[in-house]
């Protein structure tokens, strides 16, 4: 039984695709869901285009997080629509796995339902797939959906 599932969201349509598969898992258990997004800003540089001086990071990193929380109030209205399902909320700074893998841990959840990128094999090699990172060092095991295949033109 799972107590607590966990669903890393990136605000991406892609990401929610696992949200109906997490969702069908635990309705009839009464579990939490538990919805993740993680933002990170140490790949990105910005800089203001009237200045042309890098952009506050702190400032940035804090509207970020209020995005974040907002789009997932909007998913956890979606989700629950009517239902009796228990959702939970977290947004942080991080580096995606890094936030996956360590609120798994410290939180005790018992299932991470995640979508993966649909990268080609040659750009995940480049930049590496975060649902492989998270199922080699996750303490819980991880459930992927993969995206449907898109027809060959």
Known sequence: MYKKILVPLDGSSKSELA???????AEPMGSEVCLLVA???????FVDRQSKLPTDF???GNQQLAEAQKYL???????????NL???LHAEQADPRDAIVGYASEQGVDLIVMASAGKSNWMRWIS???????????PCP????????????
Request: hydrophobic share 45%.
């Open 86 to 88: 228990r959702v939970s």
């Open 39 to 45: 933002v990170d800003l140490g790949k990105v540089l």
């Open 128 to 138: 590496g797939s975060i649902a492989d990172q998270v199922m080699r060092s996750s």
């Open 58 to 60: 702190e400032k940035l």
């Open 142 to 153: 991880v459930l992927v959906v993969r995206p449907p295949l898109e027809p060959l033109a």
């Open 19 to 25: 949200l109906p598969v997490a969702q069908q898992l």
């Open 73 to 83: 109030e909007e998913v956890q209205q979606r989700l629950t629509g009517g239902r």
